[in-house]
């Protein structure tokens, strides 16, 4: 078809989808209507971790070299057998399907990528033929902007759209764009730029193409400023994919600034908050590389998540043991973090040899609901220290509460009952054991291992926890060095104290106890990055806690720390020391201790 004239090509593509059936988005009388796009995190598989892998045996014609039309068929076959009946249905081609081994790139003649004859003989639309041909849907991948290949003598000819092209698409001085300056920024502002985006929509519908993962996007993958800004380049995707008529889920990546959350919202079904989660090494992943930075990075983002749009972890690879590079414990806490932060499910494992450890954290049916339910996203209830709780409510009055370690020596975790907001007993079920724990009062405890996790179902039987209020503002309160108050619209009383750094503290008088004990008090902040605070009371030794970002400096978040107070008037501080603490908007105290 790359030899056609724009009208012939055209044609032909008509021709092919009444005969072939590949254009799905030519309505008939009795077509269903397409389910929603994103109603529920995807999962699936991706190419992209053994593709970046250098363990034995993986890539061995060079680097990337594992993208191939038979290997895509290997795992297109294992996905089907294994784990299709669990719900992973997507089989995503990532980068280099139009690359030769030594990453040359191929494209039609009207400057669109084109599958390398090597690694795809057949050509995408058979690859995507068959993988639809075991009832899953197919995933492909293109980068933000021109790719400079694509360019030529800036006379390439935009397909369906006469008298443009590339010349035509792209900023005259020829400004670079993407997370690896690999492709020219597209200039919107000219009409013939968004017919070459609907150019290649066009071409992927037209293969038959159910995902795109769009990469390099910026604000975000390492980049910013102006040049780097792919905002109009992923509202021009939205609106070509519409246009094709056919249902095509955009994931956009990578590392995306939380500043436009709302525009990929808008534009997208799916964003990658953080870097790779490949280690680029002897193995798919590493512990330290990035797998442990999503504990830092996911809490942030979780008010952004929800039907329509999700926010996406990158990979789970936990299913082929030593190629991991994880240990048991790391594996399955990795898997809880991707639950209960309702992530995008997909794997970039060997599926041909799932070990049977890996195949049972893939299939546990109890922990794929946490991540397919119609619950909220998991966020921390205490500060992310080594040892922390994440729990969420769900629609029917149960907690999914996680108990994570991250510590590099073995602990105990507790989730008290009050952080949850409740007290008393509470039934508890473990669900990677499948285990019914019985009944709990006021918390339960387990010991784990070394960046160990526990997920749970926490079913409660008591009663709410009544909280007294202190607002950070106060004029009863006492501040230190730089400490303010500031205005909040966010804030529970339009004002937070602010400006604590390099000394500057806030303590908060006269809160009452009934009697002596450990109280979890509850505080509200505000912090665009993550930042830690000394806390103590009654000028007793203090302990520093890290308190998760909010996203931004104008959204409010909490998470409860245990303080010790004595029956009658207490002082709370919250000291910045030598660094920079978060901005406090109030603490609430319970009325009783846990």
Known sequence: MYSLTPVRALRAMV??????????????????????????PYMGWSSWSMQSSKYPGLNPDG????????????????????LKKYGYDHVNIDAGWWMDKTWKSGF??????????????????????????????????LPAGLEKGAYGDGKTP???????????????????????????????????????????????????????????????????????????????????????????????????????????????????????????????????????????????????????????????????????????????????????????????????????????????????????????????????????????????GTYTVALFNLASAPAAVSANWTTLGFTGKADVRDLWNHEDLGSHTGKVTQALPAHGSRLFTVTPHGTAVTWTA???????????????????????????????YLGGKLTVNDVVAAKPGTYQVRIAYVSGDSRSVAISANGNGATSHKFPSTGDWGTVASVSVPVTLKAGANTITFDSGSGYAPDIDRIDVPNSPS
Request: charged share 20%.
């Open 158 to 396: 935009v397909w369906n759209a006469d008298g443009c092209t590339t010349a035509d698409i792209v900023y005259s001085d020829l400004r670079t764009t993407n997370g690896w300056d690999s492709a020219y920024k597209i200039d919107f502002s000219r009409p013939c730029a968004q017919k070459y985006i609907d150019s290649q929509a066009q071409l992927i519908a037209g293969w038959g193409y159910d995902f795109l993962k769009l990469d390099g996007v910026g604000p975000g993958s390492g980049k910013s400023g102006d040049q780097y800004d792919n905002v109009a380049d992923v509202a021009a995707w939205h609106k070509a994919i519409t246009a094709t008529g056919r249902p095509i889920h955009l994931e956009i990546s990578w590392s995306l600034d939380y500043g436009h959350a709302a525009d990929w919202k808008k534009y997208s079904n799916g964003w990658r908050i953080d870097t790779d989660v490949e280690c680029y090494c002897n193995t798919l992943v590493s512990w330290e590389n990035s797998v442990d930075d999503r504990w830092d990075d996911a809490p942030a983002w979780t008010g952004q998540a929800g039907p329509g749009g999700w926010n996406d972890l990158d990979s789970l690879d936990v299913g082929n043991g030593a190629m991991d590079g994880l240990t048991k414990a790391e594996r399955q806490s990795y898997a809880t973090l991707w639950a209960i932060a309702k992530s995008p499910l997909f794997t970039g494992d060997d599926l041909t040899r799932l070990d049977d450890y890996g195949l049972s954290l893939l299939t546990n049916r109890e922990v794929i609901a946490v991540d397919q339910s119609a619950a909220p996203p998991a966020r921390p209830v205490t500060p992310s220290d080594a040892q922390q709780v994440w729990a969420a409510k769900n629609p029917d």
């Open 470 to 500: 202190h607002e950070a503002e106060a004029t009863t309160n006492t501040l230190g060095g730089n400490a303010s108050v500031a205005d909040c619209a966010a804030c529970s009383g339009a004002h937070k104290v602010g400006n604590l």
């Open 63 to 82: 680097d990337y070299s594992y993208l191939t039309e038979a290997n895509i068929d290997k795992q297109t076959d294992a996905l089907a057998a294994k």
């Open 108 to 141: 039609d003649p009207y400057g669109r990528q084109r599958p390398d004859p090597v690694r795809f003989p057949s050509g995408m639309k058979a690859v995507a033929d068959r993988i639809h041909s075991k009832g899953l849907k197919a995933g492909i991948y």
């Open 15 to 40: 021709v092919l989808a009444l005969t072939a059936g590949f254009a799905t988005h030519l309505p008939t009388a009795h077509a269903d209507p397409a389910p929603p796009l994103a109603a529920k």
